[in-house]
């Protein structure tokens, strides 16, 4: 990482207190003031005092477009990711607060780096809305992409939309890269004078790069080769007659996640081949779900890649619901054929391995060597963290369909059908909530476990089994897979009717799992049990019974009890583990594990119950006429503070870090 600061005086031109670049870097503010920035103008909307910022003359003062916060706007090549965070921000006397720069036509057309533009407001002292805020882009030409909601706070200035992270429970941003036909993509950033169009068929021309926007002859330079929008009725083209946020040949897309999931559409017809890279995404905070649409019939074949490792490659098997993708682990799919959708949940994963595949924590030591400290690449300063992605990762979806008309594209789309998002007697009214009516507090908010209902979990004291449908007499219902496949099996049971049965299990840690942390607290301990059976000619095995762990200053942990089981008589696996932790419980799951690859087992009458506060496990493992002056006070770890006037970069450099990736 390399410590920079980008700084302007007030001089009458541009004057930005900051620009931020728009691809490749991350940038982190903190404990930092602003003082006499930006321009006095009569639509200034956060501060009317008669001395803010600084006057628009052209003798003394500064140009009517400066800002305290600039973000650069102008290039289809160059994309933001997630690079932008802020927290501790104070205004002084500051006049304009932000602008989307762009150089080339002020955002008219708009650019795919003015689209996708946002920001990480961790404690909303940025955007002065005093709460975690998400910062977007506010350009119309994006559709509702961030104006999810009816509490979105709209800045027409800069333009930019207020996205409010309280108001659902899993709200985050992810960004990924699209490619589906290589002809298309390699035009990306070629300056030729002819932009593209589809008589070209992609030859002697150019798309989106850093430069005019439109060719000599008025033809675009980087159209629309489809959309990319949220799911559900809110969304649909009665809501949004753009169809949501463009998607170019330059097909970068960064977003609100957390919600019900993104549909792809494009214009040519489902990608029979579509490669994701250059994720970034917080895998366990906020759910990222991508959607396609493709024909009854089409089969699929879903695989993840690490980067200089041929054999490190994940398949991703089949579920049967979307709630099971979201829910899982990052590698299961799942086909709807009532909505012809396509549903895969998109996480981080380390660059080089994929070795005991999970859900990546931020926090996670990397495990494959080299000078990596962390699984996932990310960006930590001042107690805020960025993810960040590593090149050569990617995900790849192939899709065997009949080819149509324009190569790479299946030759039927199906007819869209809107998926039913919300329960009965509920509307959608976010990208990631349902309610009873607009501005109600009843409301339906999707969750990990996935739960279709709206009514709330009950309440559990000391001796209470703390694990929902401990008996599978529910069938599947608040439970998943950890990898591997898990179905009800009513041929053998310990008590009732029916088992769970888990099979498909290409690892040994493959096995039911439930999300506990709800009902699990830190630093108590937790008698946990269940009766297993192994199914088949494999007289012998050990089955686990492993929580996870997730502690934010600690790490993650896996805490076990074994017993030895067979395929002859019902076995108890019990013992008392402390779910004891440094910092904040962000996570804990309990699932069964151990037997060898390829060996099926049986699993019943699950438990987990409160046995005391605190105390030890049974058992653990893996463990004037002079210009006026814009003022920028930053201050340091020391506690100091500066002015940049008089200390300009030595010292303002500490709070503002990009790291090229």
């Not at 899982?328 to 949940?345: C, F, H, I, M």
């Amino acid at each position: 990482m390399i410590p920079v600061i980008v700084f302007s005086l007030t001089f009458y031109s541009t004057s930005f207190a900051l620009i931020c670049y728009y691809t490749g870097q991350g940038h982190i503010i903190s404990s930092s003031t602003f003082r006499n920035c930006g321009a006095r103008n009569a639509t200034n909307a956060y501060d009317t005092s008669p001395t803010r910022g600084c006057d628009t003359n052209k003798i003394n003062g500064c140009s009517s477009g400066s800002t305290v916060w600039g973000f650069l706007t102008h290039s289809d090549q160059f994309t933001p990711e997630l690079m932008q965070a802020t927290s501790g921000i104070t205004y002084e006397d500051c006049g304009r607060r932000f602008k989307l720069v762009d150089f080339a036509d002020n955002n008219t057309p708009s650019s795919v780096s003015g689209r996708a533009q946002n920001w990480i407001d961790t404690d909303g002292s940025a955007s002065g809305l005093n709460e975690p805020t998400i910062m977007a882009s506010g350009l119309t030409d994006a559709g509702n992409w961030w104006k999810v909601d009816s509490n979105v706070v709209d800045d027409p200035e800069a333009p930019l939309a207020f996205i409010k992270v309280n108001d659902g429970n899993e709200r985050g941003l992810g960004h990924i890269r699209l490619r589906w036909k290589d002809e298309i993509h390699n035009t990306v950033g070629n300056g030729s004078s002819k932009a593209c169009t589809p008589s070209d068929n992609w030859q002697n021309c150019g798309t989106c790069y850093n430069g005019p926007k439109v060719d000599g002859s008025g033809d675009p330079y980087c159209p629309a080769l489809g959309r990319i929008r949220h799911i559900g009725s809110k969304f649909d083209l009665t809501n949004d007659p753009l169809g949501g946020l463009p998607i170019t040949a330059n097909a970068e897309v960064a977003g609100l996640t957390g919600g019900f999931g993104w549909l792809l559409q494009l214009d040519d017809g489902p990608p029979k081949s579509l490669k994701i890279d250059q994720i970034e995404v917080d895998p366990v905070e906020t759910p990222m779900v991508l959607a396609i649409p493709y024909d009854s019939g089409t089969s699929f074949s879903i695989t993840a890649h690490a980067a200089y490792c041929s054999s490190c490659v994940e398949t991703f098997f089949a579920v049967n619901s979307v709630d099971h993708v979201r829910a899982s682990q990052g590698n299961t799919y799942y086909y709807d054929e009532a909505t012809k959708l396509l549903y895969v949940r998109i996480i981080q994963t380390p660059q080089t391995y994929l070795t005991d595949w999970h859900l990546w924590n931020l926090d996670d030591l990397n495990m494959g060597g080299g000078p990596r400290t962390h699984a996932l690449d990310r960006f930590t300063f001042s107690g805020i963290t960025l993810p960040s992605f590593a090149y050569g990762p990617y995900l790849q979806i192939e899709a065997d369909c009949a080819e149509g008309a324009i190569s790479g594209h299946c030759a039927t789309t199906p007819s869209y059908v809107e998926p039913e998002v919300c329960p009965p007697d509920y509307i959608q009214v976010s990208y990631d909530k349902c309610c009873v009516s607009e501005g109600s507090s009843a409301c339906y908010i999707p969750t990990l476990p996935p739960t279709f209902s709206p009514t709330p979990q009950p309440t559990f004291g000391q001796g209470d089994n703390l694990v929902l449908n401990p008996g599978f007499e529910s069938g599947l219902t608040d439970w998943y897979a950890n990898s591997g496949l898990i179905q009800i099996d009513t041929s053998q049971a310990h008590s009732g009717t029916q088992s769970v049965l888990a099979t498909g299990r290409t690892s040994t840690w493959n096995g039911p799992q439930q999300t506990m942390i709800e009902r699990m607290t830190a630093n108590k301990t937790y008698r946990i049990s269940c009766w297993a059976k192994l199914k088949g000619t494999t007289s012998s095995d050990t089955l686990k019974l492993t929580l996870r762990i997730d502690d934010d200053v600690d790490g993650t942990k896996w805490l076990g009890i074994s017993n030895a089981i067979n395929n002859q008589d019902w076995t108890l696996i019990q013992g008392d583990i402390a779910v004891n932790v440094a910092g904040t419980l962000t996570g804990i799951d309990l699932y069964a594990e151990g037997p060898a690859v390829g060996v099926e087992y049986y699993v019943d009458d699950v438990s987990a119950i409160e046995v005391s506060s605190g105390g030890r496990s049974l058992e653990s493992a893996r463990s004037s006429t002079q210009p006026q002056h814009e003022d920028v006070e930053m201050q340091a770890a020391s506690g100091a503070v500066v002015s940049p006037m008089f200390a300009l970069l030595a010292v303002a450099s500490i709070f503002l870090w990009y790291q090229w990736k």
